[in-house]
Structures are given as C-alpha cells and as structure tokens.
C-alpha cells in the first residue's frame, strides 16, 4: 500500500479527477442498489398478488433510469482513473527521457540499453496498472462493499446478512493466497522461459559451431528438455489457475446456500418476505467483485511498489556531467590548451591519458595517431565533455571548458565520431541534425563538402531517402562521409573528426580533406585517425602511445625522427601495395 | 533482410492461418473430446444449481411445507452440485491449459527441427534477435490463442447455450424472447471488434514508434548532447508519447462505451423484460417465483462470459500475427546442402580437392573462381589473402555450409555432396577463427555433445593441445564454470579450448580458420606449438593470416579477389617476389606497432 503514498503527489496534482472518480464510484455503488431493491418489491408484489400496470411501469422505469444512469457515471469514472493512469504513464516516461537526456556516457556504460528500454516500459506499465486498476479495487472493494453490507444488514436483515458473509473472508483469505503461489510459480515460469530463451540465442549465435561438429540433434534434445521445462513449469501455473475459479464458485456456491436455506428458515418465521430473499440473493452477487477485487489489489500494489521503487532510483541518479556554478554562456573561442596530469576512466583501472601538454592555435589543424587504445578518441571525448578531467584542465582562448555551460561549450564544436551513429530519418534530416532549420541548398553544400553528394543524387529518393533500420542500408564509407557532412553544418569553430574516414577510399579522402582546408579557414580542425596519410598535411601531429605523448612534430620532421611515426609510415604503404594485388608499379 | 521484412507478411490471410493452426489439436483429438465432455458436465451441473432453488421456492418455501427428506435431498443435491461443478471444472481448466501447452510444446520442437535444416545464409541475413523472437516469443503468443480458443471460447459459448437451454427448460416463451440477447451481444462483439481493433492496432504500432524512439535515442545519445538537440529530441519523444497516450485514452474510452459498462446497461435491460414478462403475466396468469428466480440468477450471469470473451478478441488478433510469422519460417524453402544418394561413403585417407570451383553468395558476384588443388593425406595446404580474398568461403564449402554449384569438391575421390553430415561432421574438424564457447563447463565444452567421448579423453585432448594446464589451474578444474560466450577466459584460453574441442572428435581432416585476435606470446606460442602438433598426420586446410606459421606448408595458396593468383611453397614464392613476398615482408617488418 506504500505505494499510494508514493504517488501521493501525483494525486494530488490530479486531485479534481481522483476526487471525483471516486465520488462516482460511491454514487454508481448507491445506485447499483436500486434493481435488487426493485426486484425484491416486484417479486414481493408477485407473490402477494398486489402488483398494478402502473406499480409495474414505475418499477421498470426504475430499473431503466439506474440502468442509463449508471452506464453513464460507469463510463465518466473510468474515463477519470484510468485516464489519469494513462497521464501518469506519460507523464513518467516524459521525466524519464528528459532524465535520459542529462546522463553522460558514464551513465550509458555502467547501464544497458535493454534495462532502461525495459524500466521505461514494463516498470511504467505496472505502475499504471496501480494507479488505475489500483485505486479502482481499493476504493470499489472499500465503497461496493461497505454501501452492499450496510444496505443488506440495515433494510434486510443483520442476521442472515452475517451469515452468508460467513465463508467470504476464506474467499479473500483464497484469492491472495493463489493469487501468492501463482506470482511464485509464474517467477518459474517466467525464468524457465528466459531460460530457452538464453539457450536459443546462444545456439543461434553458435550456430557454425554446432553445424561444424554435428551437434544438430544434442541441441535438439537440450531444446526439448529446455522446453519441456517450460510446459511443465506452465503446468504448475495452470494446476494453481484452475483451481482459482472454481475456488471462489464453491464459496459463493456455500454463500448462497446458506442464504438461501436460513433466508427460508426466516421466512417461515415471518423475519422476512420472498422479496426480501430474493433482493438479498442479488445484493450477494454484488459482493463477489469487491471480495475477488480485494485479493487482486494486494498482488497488483506489490508489483506496482516495485516498479516504482526501480524508476525512481533510476530517477535519482545525478547526471556525472553538469555546468558548474557560475558557469558562463558566452561561446569559447580560440586556441585550446590541454593540461593534463593524469585522467582516468571512472570504470578503469589504468589512467587513459598522462601527462598531454599541448597547445593548438585556433586555425591550425592537428593530426592524432597512435594504436588502438592509445587515447585518441578519449582526448576528444574530454574536449566535448563527456567526461570531467580532475587531474587538469583544458582551456579554449583562455578560458577553461568548466567555466562556460555545456551547451555554450558544445556549440563551438562539431564532432564526427568514431562509430558514425545515424538516425532512422531522410538523409537530409540526418545532416540537418543539429540545425533542423537548415536549408536544403546549405546540406547539399555540406555533402558536397563531405563528398557525399554524388552518392545521394544516386538514390531514387535523394535526400529524402530514409535510412536506419526501416531503410536504404548505406556503406559504412557513406554512413561516415554523412556524418561528416552532419558536423560540418555545425560550422562550429573546432571540427573533431574521430577516425571517421577510415572507410572512406584514398582519392574520396583527399578531396574531402581538400574541401576542409579550403571551407574551414581560420577553424581549428582535430583528427584522429589510424591512416597516417590524412594526417600528413596537418600543422602538427602527435603520436600518442599508452595515454601520452610519445612523437610531436609535423610529418617532415617525425620522418626524419625516424621513430614511430616513420615505421607506421612505411608500413602502411606496404599495406596499401598488398591490398592491390601486389604490383609494385 | 531487415527485421521490417520479417514482419511484412504477404497475405495466406487469417482464415489459412487460424485454419493451419487448428491442425495442431489433430493428433490430440481424443485428449480434447474428453475434456469436451467433462466441459459439458461442468456446465450441466452448473446450470442446475438455479433449478434445485426454483423447485424450493415453488414446491416448498412458497407452500411453507418442508419434509425433512425432500429438504435434505434438496440441500445435499445442491451442495453436491456446487462440488461436482467446481470438481469438473478444474479438471477441464487444467486438461485444457495443459493441451494447449503440449500443442504449442509440438510447434516449438517443429519449428526448432526446421531450423536445424536452414542454410547458413538464412542465419547470415536473419539477426539474432528476430529468430529467437520466432521461436519463443512468437509461440507463447500462439499459445495464448490456445488459451483463448479453448479456455476462453469453448468454454465460455458451451456455459451461454447451457444457460439459455436451462431458461428453455423453464419458461420457453420467456427464454425465446431471451434469444434476443444473443445478436445483441453478438453485435456488440462485432462492433467492438470493428471500432477496436484499428485502435489497437494503432496502440500497438505508436508504442513500437514509441520504444524504437527511445531506444534509437539512448543508443545516439552521445551525439544527441554532442550536437546539443536534447530539447529538440524531448520534443520529439513528447510528441510520440503524447500521441500514444492520445490513442491509448481513445482505447481506454471505446472499452469503457462498450464493454463493462454497457453490458451492465443491457444486463439490467434484460432484467426489465423478464420483470415486465412476469408482471404482465401476473394479471392474468399464476406465476412461479421460483422461475422468475431462477430466470433472475441464470442473467446475472450470462454476461461474464461475454465480457471474458470481449477482452480476448485483441490477443486473439496478435496471436493470428505471430502465427503467420512463425509459419512462414515453417514454409522457407532456403534449407542446408542435405546428402545426395544412399550410399554411405567413408573418408578414410583424407584426400581433399577442389576442381574448378567457383562460388557466389548472392548470383551476382563471384566470390571464388575456377578454384582447384588438391591436399594429399597429412599435407597441410595454406590459403592465405587479404580480407575478403574469399579464405573463409573455401571453407564453407568445404564445410559443405553452402552447396558447391560449379565445379566440385571431392574427398578421397567421392563427390562431397555423397557423404552423410554425420561423416563429414566427425571427420573433418573445423576450428573456427571465433572460439565460441557455450555456457555451461570446460568439460561440457569439449565433449560437447558427443556422449561417446570420455571423461579421460576430454583430458586427453586438451593435453594434446597442451591446454591442460590452464584448465588444471582453474578453479573446479575441468568443471570450471563458463559464462557466456566464455567469458570467464581469455581469448587464448578459449582457443586452445576450441582446439581441444576439435581433437576430442580426432577428425581425419583439419580445416583451420586462423584467429586473426592478438594474444600475449606466451599463449600465442602454446597455440602454434598446439596446431602443429594437431596438423601432424592429418590433411590441413589452413587459413592463416600470419604467415610465420605456415612456412612449413606443402602449399601455399595466395588468393587475390576469389582468384589464386600465386601457389608454391615458402621458398617458392618468396623467390618469385610476387604479393605472397610483399605480405611477408609487411609482417615481418614492424611487429611492434599494428596499424589496424
């Protein structure tokens, strides 16, 4: 029940609609009193041979004004609960994305994607359900019950009202009890299912293993068991769930016997009439509902508490990044300065970076090699704050990244990172990304840039062709040359490409580099790469090794060095002479 | 093909679907006429317990004349129906629910059979996911349309003709203008089928939109914040969602007009004409009470079913869905190369070659051609190349993965396409460039599931693999538990894993897709020093991409763009100063640093 409490503030945020759902309810239970009531005198009438046309056309008219009356009030209270359940859904799931949106990487690392997806559904559905058909039990079992209670005790008789609420508490009593060992035996189930499916994913994913050595029918015999174990803990589901109904018909069964046999018993002693008896009967059924609802609403408030307990921890995590007091709006600008002593990954267990000092005038052009692992991709990560240095800092015209917002910060930016993610959208909204207003003659300059052009006047739909998941599946050379294109409408004063021509061929490369040098002036350009070729121009290069600086210099001068640089160099060439086959013309 | 195409599903259309699923009671026909039956006592005892009330109103409480015996026999007979009703009932609830769970146990096993003979391309083209979701996901829906159909529909139709045969038996005038009832209600399904299901399609579709919105965001979400558009994509996400809430209101709004409530409304509408019927009867006839009792009980509850019968139609609809997606990997023609002829070929030398062989994934373009040499018994034959110089495709062929279509591949002179899998799966051991391990032990691992090997021959081949030492070093040893894809060990550790695997079955051929992943030179030299011992006396296709390992090869083939362009051994072709010189040369320069 802690639960209600929990979501206090969104009743009361609600109030109107709860308050007044909940006054409905009363008033529907009060006026589902009126056809028993009617029924009784009618029946009552029968027997006494009294009832008129009249008598009986105010009976009807009776029954088919609480009939219109409350299929109207039945129809408004829900449409108040529930539609209050379904904003509440809403509303979790908007400050859940909107949460989603403040986390920084870290955030990404330490949780999967799968258990978000799963929080932002299944967690938000169970607490819908407890807000709807939550509050709708509690309060109709409460409100059904006492007013049914109240009216059969006080107009009928106290008595055999007692007595045939005699076996109801055993029904509450049974109902919370399957309703406990079903939730067990479903957990089973569930795993169970969980279980084949782990192992089906597994033999997929295998599935050249098991092929190669013949284990066709050893799988076959492990998905049957794995499947049988399935059924049978489905099985012990359904032992429990087919007892449920059949339960609860023999305590009404029980119920209405003993109301019938002592409501009889009163009769004969003139305590009551037929009438009565047969209202009493009707009123009896009316009572089912709220006594099944009543066992229902423990399970349903057990989940719902959960769910909840596990949105909110999630909503309570502070982002890692966030702008500083006192930060400043003001766009940097400028030459960057990185002054790092030691910076380390909050989930690893060596510094990423040591000891990177380096200075890089705005309009100049860096060039960031190393292997695999050697920091290039942090180094950048840094500069776009996806994640906060402690041991230094990293200044832009003077000014550090800490000291201005995120947002100001991001803005004099262009990143075209490592793995060129793209969104299921037109191509053009895909440039178009961070400047949605953006015209179409400006992403075509850009593509052209970005020597993608050409490629999209070759689909049917040009820029309007969709890609993603629903559509056109492009190369990974079109897919980065797009999110080049996608940085370069940023016309952000520092462009970061993160190894993001490594699937771009030679001669694309150098024209796009070309296009760089000519469109961005004055602008500062960072790019890390693997392919020491598109680097060979820069104003300077670092090699970087192991989180620092291992060679500095330009291209003539780390040839001359004859180190690192100049072995990585030749290698490459080679590289280049073996993948065309070899001729060494 | 995408997910989107495995959900597009060109119309067999519901009736075929609903039809072919219905089949699958066949060969439990008996099992469902008995719980048919026991269903229909269910229901006859149920029905009667309103009659025994009727005959005590009329026959006794109105005449205030009670006989022991009678009153005794009244009260036991109704109590032993209510016991009887609820025995029956839960012997048909469970007979039902556990048909349905072995019907669908069936299809599963089907379905799983069917997928053993797909060809590799279809695994190549289908993601993970989707054929997982078919086998599991797809068939516990269906299953809940077993559960519908049987539990909810039988049942629930068979409890609404006993309700209104009991109202026959009592009063036929009055149960006639009962009947009318059944088109009303009938309209009512009709049209909260017509007007839902569209919005619960929409439902279904906006929350898919919905999660792939959230899921797509969460994946790009650091270019999201790089690129500063989280308030542009709140929006976006608002809109979605608002959407969605819109369409789940207007659903939530249709049930609320027309299920519950407005079978109460007709409920008590029914309850007038009975009323009106007894009423106008009345001045003119002596009525029953009782009847009119048992006409009130019998309405109060012939409206549950329906209303169960209401709720169940959406799933019905999306189990109809996943049928047709499930029956539709059933009917996939695309099935592995099988064994041609009856005869039993074994390979007993080894001998492997290749005559003009040419291949093509996609019928376009040829990823081998006019492939031929031959690996007499122990040689070991090299196939080296840059990526997608067509190493790995020699070896689906040669794995018979894929069917050879020109050209052929014989092994000790037989046609490949003569042997049975279980000949060539024991004779030909592959290790793979990715060791796959499964969850479960090292042993479990090894032996995998050939039962005929044993416990010290799983010790014996990773001895001969010399991977014994690791293994015995492990915690629970040779029980040492592997998580998923092995990730308890390191990528060395799993290959000479792999590579005990391979030597438990002592193939008579080894093909060896070299693992390109670096390793620390400590275990890089227990798996150079493993694989030749694995090579001696056997014939070796070897995929390598260090070429420092097969300096002692019989023959080295350079394949270039599906072609062999170079052959010879080390000396051969390194005197020839051809490409199989210029990659030596590459590897044999910089060890040190690796530009990718």
Request: proline fraction near 3%.
């Amino acid at each position: 029940m802690r639960v209600f409490s929990d979501l206090m503030w969104f009743f009361q945020e609600h109030r109107k609609r709860y308050l007044g759902g909940i006054a409905l309810l009363i008033v529907v239970a009060v006026i589902a009193l009126i056809p028993p009531k009617v029924v009784g005198i009618v029946v009552n009438e029968l027997a006494h041979r009294t009832l008129t046309s009249t008598r009986l056309f105010y009976a009807l008219l009776a029954i088919f004004l609480s009939a219109v009356i409350s299929y109207g009030i039945r129809y408004l209270w829900r449409i108040l609960l529930y539609g209050g359940s379904i904003q509440l859904a809403t509303d979790l799931r908007t400050r859940l994305y909107q949460h989603f949106t403040l986390m920084s990487p870290q955030f990404y690392h330490q949780k999967r994607i799968g258990d978000l997806m799963a929080h932002s559904t299944n967690d938000v559905q169970a607490i819908q359900e407890t807000a709807g058909d939550g509050v709708l039990t509690l309060v109709d079992s409460i409100t059904t019950g006492t007013v049914v209670i109240a009216t059969m005790a006080a107009t009928i008789s106290w008595k055999l009202t007692l007595i045939a609420l005699v076996p109801m508490p055993l029904m509450a009593y049974a109902v919370s009890r399957y309703g406990k060992m079903l939730h067990q035996r479903f957990s089973l189930a569930q795993a169970a299912f969980s279980d084949i499916n782990d192992r089906v994913q597994e033999y997929v994913s295998g599935i050249r293993v098991v092929r190669a050595f013949g284990q066709e029918e050893w799988e076959r015999k492990n998905f049957v068991a794995l499947s049988r174990d399935v059924v049978d803990k489905n099985v012990s589901v359904a032992r429990i769930d087919s007892l449920f109904d059949p339960t609860i018909s023999v305590i009404v069964g029980v119920s209405y016997f003993l109301s019938i046999a002592f409501g009889a018993d009163f009769i004969v002693h003139h305590q009551m009439n037929i009438g009565q008896l047969t209202t009493f009967t009707l009123y009896l059924g009316e009572l089912i509902w709220p006594m099944l609802a009543f066992g229902f609403l423990f399970n349903i408030v057990e989940r719902g508490g959960a769910s909840y307990d596990r949105v909110q921890t999630l909503l309570n995590i502070t982002p890692e990044v966030q702008d500083r007091p006192g930060a400043s709006a003001t766009v940097p600008s400028g030459d960057i300065h990185y002054d790092i002593s030691v910076f380390q990954y909050p989930s690893g267990d060596r510094p990423a970076l040591h000891d990177i000092h380096l200075d890089i005038r705005q309009g100049e052009t860096l060039g960031i090699v190393g292997r695999t692992g050697s920091g290039k991709t942090t180094l950048m990560r840094l500069l776009l704050r996806e994640f906060d240095v402690s041991g230094g800092d990293i200044l832009i015209g003077g000014q550090s990244i800490y000291r201005v917002t995120l947002k100001a910060l991001r803005q004099c930016l262009a990143y075209a990172p490592q793995d060129d993610f793209l969104f299921s959208a037109t191509i053009a909204e895909n440039i178009a990304f961070a400047r949605p207003t953006a015209t179409l003659p400006e992403i075509q300059r850009v593509a052209r840039m970005a020597n993608i052009a050409d490629d999209i006047g070759k689909f049917p739909d040009g820029y309007q062709t969709l890609i993603g998941e629903r559509g056109t599946t492009l190369s990974g050379g079109q897919k980065q040359r797009i999110s080049i294109a996608r940085a370069l409408l940023q016309d952000a004063e520092i462009l970061l490409l993160d190894d993001t021509l490594s699937a771009v061929d030679g001669r694309t490369e150098s024209n796009i580099l070309a296009a760089l040098r000519q469109n961005r002036a004055g602008r500062t350009t960072l790019i890390a790469t693997h392919r020491l070729r598109t680097v060979e121009h820069a104003d300077q290069i670092i090699v970087l090794e192991d989180g620092t600086i291992a060679e500095w210099g330009t291209h003539e001068s780390l040839w001359a060095l004859g180190g690192r640089y100049r072995e990585m160099y030749q290698r490459q060439q080679l590289e280049n002479l073996v993948e065309k086959g070899g001729d060494r013309a | 093909m995408s997910l989107e195409a495995m959900d597009f599903t060109p119309g067999m259309g519901q009736k075929g679907t609903l039809g072919r699923l219905l089949r699958y009671m066949l060969p439990y026909r008996k099992k469902v006429l008995a719980s048919l039956v026991i269903l229909l006592l269910a229901t006859a005892t149920d029905v009667f317990q309103p009659i025994l009330i009727k005959i005590f109103i009329d026959g006794y409480l109105i005449p205030r004349h009670f006989p022991q015996k009678a009153m005794i026999l009244l009260g036991g007979g109704y109590m032993l129906l209510v016991l009887l009703t609820a025995g029956f009932n839960v012997a048909q609830l469970l007979l039902f629910q556990v048909l349905a769970l072995d019907i669908i146990q069936n299809l599963r096993v089907e379905l799983f059979d069917k997928v053993q003979t797909l060809s590799l391309a279809f695994f190549d083209r289908t993601p993970v996911g989707v054929l997982v979701s078919r086998l599991t996901n797809d068939t516990e829906a269906i299953l809940q349309m077993f559960m519908t159909v049987l539990s909810t529909f039988v049942q629930n139709i068979t409890v609404l003709v006993g309700i209104l045969i009991a109202m026959f038996a009592l009063d036929a005038r009055l149960a006639a203008y009962c009947l009318v009832l059944m088109p009303v209600t009938a309209l009512i399904m009709m049209l909260y089928r017509k007007v839902t299901s569209p919005v619960f399609h929409m439902a279904r579709q906006r929350l898919s939109l919905l999660n792939a919105k959230l899921n797509e965001s969460l994946q790009g979400m650091s270019v999201i914040q790089a690129m500063r558009q989280e308030e542009r994509l709140r929006g976006e996400f608002g809109a979605i969602n608002n959407d969605y809430r819109r369409v789940r209101f207007r659903n939530m709004q249709l049930n609320a007009l027309l299920l519950r409530p407005l079978m109460d409304g007709i409920y008590l509408l029914a309850l007038m004409l009975i009323l009106w019927y007894f009423g106008e009867r009345s001045f003119s006839h002596l009525v029953n009470i009782g009847v009119l009792y048992a006409f009130v009980t019998y309405l109060s509850r012939f409206f549950e079913p329906v209303n169960s019968m209401l709720q169940r139609l959406n799933f019905f609809q999306q189990a109809m869905v996943s049928s047709e997606r499930v029956f539709q990997i059933l009917d996939n023609p695309d099935t592995a190369p099988q064994q041609e002829g009856t005869d039993h070929p074994a390979i007993h030398e080894g001998r492997v070659c290749f005559e003009d062989v040419s291949f093509s994934y996609d019928g376009r373009t040829d990823v081998l051609k006019h492939i031929s040499f031959t690996a007499m018994p122990g040689q070991t034959v090299a196939i080296v190349g840059h990526t997608g110089s067509g190493k790995s495709s020699t070896v689906n062929l040669l794995m018979r993965f894929y069917p050879v279509e020109r050209g052929r591949i014989t092994i000790d002179g037989t046609d490949l396409r003569y042997f049975s899998d279980h000949e060539l799966r024991r004779k030909i051991g592959l290790v793979l460039q990715d060791p796959f391990l499964f969850v479960g032990d090292v042993t479990s691992n090894i032996r995998l599931g050939n039962t005929f090997v044993s416990d010290s021959e799983v010790a014996g081949a990773a001895r001969f693999v010399q991977a014994d030492g690791f293994i015995e070093a492990l915690d629970q040893g040779y029980h040492a538990p592997i998580g998923e894809r092995g990730a308890t060990l390191s990528t060395g550790q799993r290959q000479l894993v792999s590579f005990a695997r391979t030597m438990a079955m002592n193939p008579a051929i080894l093909v060896l897709d070299e693992a390109t992943a670096s390793v620390d030179t400590e275990t890089e030299d227990a798996i150079q020093r493993a694989l030749e011992k694995m090579r001696h006396g056997r014939t070796t296709i070897a995929i390598a991409h260090r070429l420092s390992t097969i300096q002692d090869a019989d023959l080295i083939l350079v394949l270039h763009h599906g072609e062999i362009v170079e052959q010879g051994t080390h000396q051969q072709l390194l005197a020839h100063e051809g490409l199989y010189y210029n990659m030596f040369l590459l590897q044999q320069g910089s060890t040190g640093l690796g530009a990718n």
